[in-house]
């Protein structure tokens, strides 16, 4: 239910970061992280973070090493922008970026002999990870994500804003109730049978 949640939390973000920029390009983006934009900047943060959560909790790590790896990176990134170190390919360019440099980052802290004493992780351990892509997680939530997207794309309106209020602008229950002028308890149960509707309609699609 817990990874479910996270994945509809995602969608309300992405198909809102759409509908907003619509129009925006990689070099439009880049250029608003260049000149430190807090909502280019907390967007590009927010849409990113959970692919490396993914790429970390899969490959031997915690939340906080995905935390602090993560933190990292995304100055790493920020950075070589600043520098003009980078230079986009296409739409995804930019966060593919951001990956890489999270990848390769996590490696060599695998690799490393203290997180290898401290967290029992041998070389054969290490080996096997490097024969898997740790990409593969990744495209595995990348699906989950276009799926539920599309998904919610069909949930009536009142369960879309419902669930955009509460995964994406991140309001309480209680908020939410009192701008609609409705009981908490009420608000909660319409929330649960909105995410059991939108649950039933990822599963039909991948039937």
């Not at 966060?95 to 990848?103: D, N, V």
């Not at 595995?140 to 599309?150: A, I, K, V």
């Not at 039933?200 to 699609?205: E, G, Q």
Request: aromatic share 8%.
């Amino acid at each position: 239910m817990l990874k479910f949640e996270i994945v509809v939390s995602f969608s309300c973000l992405a198909i809102n970061m759409r509908e907003a920029h619509k129009t925006n390009t990689q070099l439009q983006l880049i250029e608003a992280i260049k000149a430190n934009d807090q909502i280019a900047l907390k967007q590009f943060y927010m849409s990113n973070y959970h692919k490396i959560e993914a790429l970390v909790l899969k490959n031997s790590g915690s939340i906080d090493h995905a935390k602090d790896l993560y933190q990292d990176s995304f100055i790493a990134v920020w950075k070589n922008l600043k520098a003009n170190k980078f230079e986009p390919k296409n739409e995804t360019a930019l966060q593919g970026y951001l990956y890489q440099i999270a990848k390769n980052k996590w490696m060599d802290t695998l690799r490393s002999r203290t997180f290898k004493k401290t967290n029992g992780l041998t070389d054969e351990t290490l080996a096997k990870l490097k024969e898997k892509p740790v990409d593969d997680e990744i495209d595995t939530n990348e699906s989950d994500l276009n799926t539920t997207m599309n998904a919610f794309k069909n949930l009536g309106q009142p369960c879309k804003q419902l669930l955009t209020n509460f995964y994406y602008e991140k309001k309480s229950l209680r908020v939410i109730a009192s701008e609609l002028q409705l009981e908490e308890a009420s608000v909660r149960n319409k929330k649960y049978r909105c995410m059991e509707k939108l649950r039933n309609i990822v599963l039909s699609s991948k039937s």
